[in-house]
């Protein structure tokens, strides 16, 4: 079974741009969760989708927003990049219930100049 | 509330020794507690996990123990080796996973 595929690897922005990160879960997980990882701050929730709704969300600026397709595929959107976006965001999927295993993908490292 | 907490940031062994992470929460909704283990350039992987009516759970040499009153809960590493350095993050569920700042281990031969 192929795992969690997360695009760009990498990715360099200029401050006040925008950037889209794309997510593939795992076959069959309808939950895919995105997280922002900083060292330091460790892994921080940005928000969860079930099923092309937003199930749950962390404490983001509206700046960061997501959305998942019918076929579970998901991408993250953040706008007017600042510098302190600068980070590795990881996508993670489910099959959605509590206990689930997270499956992460390897990450998008992001930077912001 | 929603916060875990993790200690220490940093943990240096020696092979065949025994690791020790701790992670203290204060919201008594967290009914899920698992670790996840992260190499360098990887994404996190779920190692073990434990619900809060169970005081130990054991897979291989890696346990977790988990004292609800005092709303703590550690990883304990036994013969650790090189291949588990790592960086190792707590984490506490009841609908969405709150993940600790992580622990930064490494095991010297």
């Known amino acids: 079974k192929a795992g969690v595929t997360q695009t760009p690897r990498y990715l360099i922005k200029t401050r006040g741009q925008q950037v889209t990160l794309s997510c593939s879960p795992i076959?069959?997980?309808?939950?895919v969760s995105w997280y922002q990882q900083t060292p330091g701050q460790g892994l921080q929730f940005l928000f969860e989708?079930?099923?092309?709704?937003?199930?749950n969300k962390g404490n983001f600026p509206g700046r960061f927003s997501g959305r998942q397709f019918s076929n579970s595929r998901s991408e993250m959107n953040v706008s007017t990049l600042e510098l302190g976006d600068s980070a590795l965001y990881l996508c993670?999927?489910?099959?959605?219930?509590?206990?689930?295993?997270?499956?992460f993908g390897n990450g998008t490292r992001l930077t912001v100049t | 509330q929603q916060q875990v907490k993790q200690s220490p940031q940093s943990l240096i062994v020696q092979k065949g020794g025994i690791s020790i992470i701790n992670c203290a929460y204060e919201n008594t909704a967290f009914d899920y507690f698992p670790w996840y283990q992260q190499f360098p350039g990887k994404g996190p992987a779920l190692l073990i996990a434990?619900?809060?009516?169970?005081s130990e759970k054991k897979e291989g040499r890696f346990t977790i123990s988990f004292n609800k009153s005092a709303k703590q809960f550690s990883l304990h590493i036994m013969d650790s080796q090189p291949g588990d350095s790592a960086t190792y993050f707590c984490a506490a569920s009841y609908y969405k996973l709150i993940f600790g700042t992580g622990t930064r281990l490494q095991v010297f031969p």
């Open positions: 434990i619900r809060p009516d169970v």
């Open positions: 989708y079930f099923s092309e709704t937003q199930r």
């Open positions: 076959s069959g997980h309808r939950s």
């Open positions: 993670a999927s489910s099959q959605g219930n509590v206990e689930s295993p997270l499956h």
